[in-house]
């Protein structure tokens, strides 16, 4: 079994900035990948980022290309998700998660953490 506990969600202005983080632990031998997903209220699972936990490659998706940034603290196997530039659109619930492969697809992550709040108002 793979734990994942994340944190770091708030309420924050158009503009501002959030960093999340995802603390992983268990049996962490098969896991080749940690990835940042968002679920907007009425709207699918969107992946956002993800890192490859032995190389360190890292993919993004379009909406979060440029504004957020994954990255990971190995001694700790703390990964974390740099959010830039908010916009009330970012709004959702974030999860982490780990899985064997490099990619943005939910289906390919078996281990999923609570969820962290990110809500982006006036």
């Known amino acids: 079994q793979v734990h994942l506990v994340e944190s770091g969600g708030g309420s924050v202005q158009p503009g501002g900035s959030l960093r999340l983080s995802c603390t992983v632990s268990?049996?962490?031998?098969?896991?080749?990948?940690i990835a940042w997903f968002r679920q907007a209220p009425a709207k699918n699972r969107e992946g956002l980022a993800a890192i490859g936990t032995t190389d360190g490659l890292t993919i993004e998706s379009d909406s979060a290309r440029g504004r957020f940034t994954i990255s990971r603290d190995r001694i700790t196997n703390t990964f974390y998700l740099q959010l830039g530039t908010l916009i009330p659109l970012d709004t959702g619930m974030y999860y982490c998660?780990?899985?064997?492969?490099?990619?943005?697809?939910?289906?390919?992550?078996?281990?999923w953490g609570q969820g962290t709040q990110v809500t982006v108002s006036h």
């Open positions: 268990g049996d962490i031998s098969t896991v080749r990948s």
């Open positions: 998660a780990a899985g064997a492969r490099l990619v943005l697809s939910p289906s390919s992550y078996n281990y």
